[in-house]
C-alpha cells in the first residue's frame, strides 16, 4: 500500500520550519496575533518555541506561512526565509547536510528526506548526458505535496533560495544556476537577481533549478564522507513521515506515465475509492486530470531538454498515436505548442515556429 498524508494531518514538528517562520516574522516585528490567526495553533511558550513533541499540519504551515506574507508585505520575505530553510535543526539529519561531500551528495540528501527538510514541496533530482562523451546536465525538479494554491510561488522562491544559500556555504563558491519558473515573470526581479542571480526564465511550465552535471561531484571543502554516512544511519533510524498526497500521487504518476495509468487503478493502490480520491484531491484544490497532465509536461520536457528528443520521440514515449496528437495534447496542457515552450526553456536546438 502507498504512503501518504493528507494536508489536514498534523506530521510537520512544529519547531522545524514553523518556528523558523514564526521566528524570522518576530525579527521583523509582526505580532503573534496577526501570524496564528485562523492557524489554529496556540500561542507559543513563554521562551518563543513551541512545546516539544508539537506536529503541525501542513495547512497550518501554510496559513502560517501566508499570515507571514501578509503581515510583512515585502518582496524579500520568501527569499530572507530560504536564507534559513536548510540546513534547518532537524538533528542528525541536518548534520548529514552540513557534512555532504559533494553538490549531488547534498541534493540527494535533501531528495530522500524531503518529508522532514522541505515537506511543502517535494524536489527530485534528475541528472542526464553523464559518461556519454558530451557535458551532461542536472535538474532539481519541484512540486507541490499539499496543494499550496497562491503561495506556490513565494515557496518555489524560499526553496529554491535555500538550496543556492546551503550550496555556497558548504561549497565556498556561487554555483552556475539556471532557474526556470511555472509562473509568469514578476514585475521587479531585484530579489530574484540578488538570491538566486540571473538566469531566470518564467512561463516554463516547471519549477526546476538546472545546472551542469560536472559541478554534482567537485569536492567540498567542509564536507567528509565518513561523517555524513554516520549521520544518514542515524537518521534512517529515525525514519520519516509519509509524503503528502500530491507528492506520492507524482511519483506514482511518473513511475506509470508511459501506462496510461487511470482514476481508478490508481484510487485502488492509494487504497480508497475512486470517489473518496477524488474528494481527497479536491480538497487538495486538483483533480487526477491535472495531475497527470502535469506529470506528462514535465517528461515532455525533460525529454526536450536532456535528451533532445523531438515531437515524434516524446509522442512515442508517452504513447501517443502520432506526433499531431501529442502536439494538440501538449497546447491543451500548457497553452503552448512544443517549439516554443522549448525555445522558452533555453534548450539546444529549439526554433519558435
Known amino acids: 500500500m502507498i504512503a501518504w498524508r493528507l494536508a489536514s494531518d498534523a506530521t510537520i514538528p512544529a519547531q522545524l520550519q514553523p518556528a523558523q517562520i514564526l521566528d ?43 499570515n507571514t506574507l501578509r503581515a510583512l508585505d515585502s518582496p524579500d520575505t520568501s527569499f530572507m526565509l530560504g536564507q534559513q530553510l536548510l540546513p534547518g535543526h ?43 562523451g558530451e557535458v551532461g546536465g542536472a535538474a532539481l525538479v519541484w512540486t507541490d505535496s499539499y496543494g499550496a494554491h497562491s503561495l506556490r510561488p513565494a515557496l518555489v522562491e524560499m526553496h529554491m533560495t535555500a538550496v543556492v544559500a546551503l550550496c555556497r ?28 542571480g540571473g538566469e531566470l526564465r518564467f512561463g516554463c511550465h516547471v519549477d526546476a533549478m538546472l545546472i551542469d552535471a560536472s559541478w554534482l561531484d567537485a569536492p567540498w571543502p567542509r564536507g567528509s564522507v565518513l561523517a555524513a554516512a554516520v549521520a544518514l544511519r542515524t537518521v534512517a533510524a529515525e525514519g520519516a513521515p509519509a509524503p503528502g498526497l500530491l507528492a506520492a500521487l507524482y511519483d506514482y504518476l511518473l513511475e506509470r506515465v508511459r501506462a496510461g495509468p487511470t482514476l481508478e487503478q490508481t484510487a485502488g493502490d492509494f487504497g480508497v475509492s475512486p470517489a473518496t480520491f477524488k474528494r481527497h484531491l479536491q480538497r ?19 525529454l526536450f531538454h536532456a535528451r533532445r528528443a523531438g515531437n515524434e520521440q516524446v509522442a512515442q514515449y508517452l504513447g501517443f498515436h502520432d506526433s499531431a496528437n501529442f502536439r494538440r495534447s501538449f497546447k491543451r496542457w500548457t497553452g503552448q505548442t512544443p517549439a516554443l515552450l522549448r525555445a522558452a526553456l533555453g534548450t539546444p536546438g529549439a526554433v519558435v515556429q
Open 169 to 196: 556555504w558548504l561549497g565556498g563558491t556561487r554555483l552556475p544556476w539556471r532557474f526556470c519558473f511555472n509562473r509568469a515573470a514578476p514585475r521587479h526581479l531585484e530579489q530574484h537577481e540578488v538570491h538566486l
Open 90 to 132: 532537524d538533528g542528525a539529519l541536518s548534520h548529514a547536510l552540513l557534512q555532504a561531500p559533494s553538490l549531488r551528495h547534498a541534493l540527494e540528501t535533501i531528495c530522500a528526506w524531503h518529508a522532514r527538510l522541505t515537506p511543502l514541496l517535494r524536489p527530485r533530482l534528475q541528472v542526464w548526458g553523464e559518461g556519454e
Open 284 to 302: 487538495h484544490g486538483t483533480h487526477f486530470q491535472a495531475e497527470l497532465d502535469q506529470v506528462r509536461t514535465h517528461v515532455a520536457l525533460w
Open 24 to 66: 524570522y516574522a518576530r525579527s521583523r516585528d509582526a505580532p503573534d496575533a496577526t501570524l496564528l490567526r485562523g492557524t489554529g495553533l496556540a500561542a507559543p511558550m513563554p521562551a518563543g518555541l513551541p512545546a516539544p513533541g508539537t506536529l503541525v499540519a501542513p495547512e497550518q504551515a501554510l496559513r502560517l506561512l501566508a
